[in-house]
């Protein structure tokens, strides 16, 4: 179990996606995403496993929630700043969290 205190300290934001691109040298089917959180935050990159499972039409203007405050990490010489969330389906699928009456304002905190 944890407290409230440690669930506060994971930083979710809203963000809406604003640019894909296919990710060929990742080692999963992957897109490079950029995402615009607004505000304090702006646009972050993050790499999405979700290629599979949305083409590039579907992931561009689509609402995300994404955890803002973990290090970036190098995946495959690119930098990803932001975790995507989403839910593993049946299979090897993939479902992005996101959020039922978008637009919201960019940035929103998961709470």
Avoid at 39 to 65: F, H, N, P
């Amino acid at each position: 179990m944890i407290t409230y205190e440690d669930f506060e300290k994971v930083d979710m934001r809203v963000g809406k996606v604003i640019y894909v691109q296919d990710f060929p040298r990742a080692k999963n089917p992957s897109y490079k995403v950029r995402i615009d959180f607004g505000g304090e935050i702006g646009v972050k990159s993050s790499s999405l496993q979700a290629k599979k499972d949305y083409t590039l039409e579907e992931m561009i203007g689509r609402y995300v929630v994404c955890v803002v405050n973990f290090p970036p990490r190098n995946i495959a010489g690119f930098l990803s700043e932001v975790l995507v969330l989403g839910v593993p389906g049946l299979g090897d699928s993939v479902s992005l969290l996101a959020v039922d009456r978008a637009p919201v304002p960019l940035g929103g905190r998961v709470f």
